[in-house]
């Protein structure tokens, strides 16, 4: 798909106030020792949610010994620190291993084998990333403690007298780490590793719960410990890792797409009701939910997120600007929603409305000649046009975001697009382009003949099968 404007995500950084000494603005610095590295470049990244940011890169001496100097500029939160063999992938490159630190307008140090960088971590200074291993090895321990005894539950009747001391050492040991976070979260509660561990929580899901019981556990708790209202929650993969868990309670491999769809609109209505209590954390919920509805084809659930989003005080201006036109595509020419008609002179001369057309479905293409998704879509939609398919059941209406006529006749009659051709020439710039919030090509509305949208497929096999279930 070929987007109208090539974005790019922004993410968003706070300014910090400084921090000033003898009238110049405070150094804080991230060191330490990478035991096993030898004069490689170490790469320092600020997370934001699924994206990192870097912030800088230095080598490191012959005995793995770095040093990162940050200014009070730079912005708190979770860090990655990569190194290793680089590799690229679509102009970005990446480190093959890595490990995560908390800056928060401390020094950092620290030290750690490269071979077992999260089992041999020390951390000699930063009293939050001291504390975020701590936690992490202490929920590694519980793991590993509850999968063990609960894998021995399937070997013994429930009225087993081993079965009765297992179930008790799992409940202790869930409520021994249960009192050990909570302890841990309070005497610390004023420091950015409490809301980290806040989010981080694992759900503690009691005894004896049925399948279907356990399910609605999970639905029901899986956010207890997350504040919706703290916006340092994005600047970590934390919360995007806790999306992607959560839409994983409501999904099936047995499932069919329409079923997952519509388990998708409700996850997705619980978890934005929740999001809108502070912009930052909508904002970027919205921008991750989109970009994996889009990847998936889910119009439907593009929908139900595009309504929260009508109300613009929800959202940061920077967010409105950049989804704005996404947004509006969705909810204002939603499945259901009838489209405005559009008065056309096709490629023959002849002038029309999209009205005009009677048969019983409607095509409606919006692509462009430079386009090259649409130059592999549209010979797709020709074939199946050609094959039998009856002008009554099903017309195409194909606008063209052109400039240029010669280009659009060339391709129209070279590739026998033998349908309704239509362009102003007038390119993004068209009223029709602008009336129907078209952001990127090809984009593609299946309308009755009331020109009610019944589908918005975002490729041909979500068309065909569309089409298999109406002609």
């Not at 699924?50 to 800088?56: H, P, T």
């Not at 291993?97 to 971590?121: C, G, H, K, P, Y």
């Not at 084809?297 to 139900?304: D, E, R």
Request: aromatic share 14%; with cysteine; hydrophobic share 40%.
């Amino acid at each position: 798909m070929i987007i109208k404007h090539r974005f790019f995500f922004l993410i968003a950084f706070f300014s910090l106030s400084l921090q000033v000494c003898f009238g110049q603005v405070r150094e804080f610095s991230v060191s330490g020792q990478l035991k096993g590295i030898t004069n490689q470049t170490l790469v320092l990244s600020l997370y934001h949610g699924d994206q990192m940011k870097v912030i800088d890169s230095v080598k490191c001496d012959k005995d793995g010994n770095f040093l990162f100097i940050l200014n009070g500029k730079t912005p708190y939160g979770m860090f990655n620190l990569a190194y290793g063999k680089a590799f690229s992938d679509q102009n970005q490159t990446y480190q093959l291993q890595s490990f995560d630190l908390i800056f928060n307008n401390e020094n950092v140090r620290l030290s750690t084998s490269i071979s077992s960088a999260f089992d041999s971590m020390k951390v000699i200074e930063s009293e939050e990333t001291r504390l975020w291993y701590d936690y992490l090895k202490q929920k590694e321990i519980y793991q590993k403690r509850t999968d063990i005894l609960n894998s021995l539950l399937q070997y013994y009747p429930v009225h087993n007298k081993f079965y009765e001391q297992t179930v008790g050492e799992i409940l202790t040991t869930q409520k021994d780490f249960k009192d050990y976070l909570i302890s841990l979260r309070t005497k610390n509660a004023q420091m950015l590793v409490a809301s980290y561990i806040n989010c981080d929580f694992p759900l503690i899901i009691p005894q004896n719960l049925s399948q279907n019981q356990i399910s609605d556990y999970q639905r029901t708790h899986f956010w207890d410990y997350v504040d919706f209202t703290d916006s340092m929650l994005v600047y970590s993969n934390l919360y995007a890792k806790k999306v992607i868990a959560w839409f994983g309670l409501f999904n099936n491999r047995n499932w069919d797409k329409i079923r997952v769809e519509n388990e998708f609109i409700t996850a997705t209505e619980i978890l934005m009701n929740k999001a809108k209590l502070n912009p930052a954390i909508f904002d970027f919920s919205t921008y991750y939910l989109f970009d994996g509805f889009d990847k998936l084809g889910f119009s439907m659930a593009l929908c139900k997120l595009a309504s929260f989003n009508t109300d613009e005080s929800c959202s940061e201006k920077q967010f409105s600007d950049y989804f704005g036109e996404q947004i509006n595509s969705y909810s204002m020419l939603g499945i259901g929603k009838i489209v405005p008609d559009i008065d056309f002179v096709n490629n023959e001369g002849v002038e029309l409305r999209l009205s005009d057309l009677k048969s019983e479905y409607v095509l409606l293409v919006f692509w462009g000649t430079w386009c090259p998704h649409c130059d592999a879509l549209m010979p797709k939609i020709r074939d199946l046009y050609n094959e039998g398919l009856s002008r009554s059941k099903l017309d195409i209406l194909a606008f063209a975001i052109d400039t240029s006529k010669t280009a659009f006749m060339e391709t129209i009659q070279k590739n026998r697009y033998n349908w309704n051709n239509t362009t102003d020439l007038k390119g993004w710039e068209s009223p029709v382009v602008t009336q129907f919030h078209i952001f990127a090509t090809p984009t593609i509305f299946l309308l009755d003949k009331s020109r009610k949208i019944i589908s918005r497929p975002t490729n041909f096999e979500q068309l065909l099968r569309k089409l298999k279930t109406i002609i």
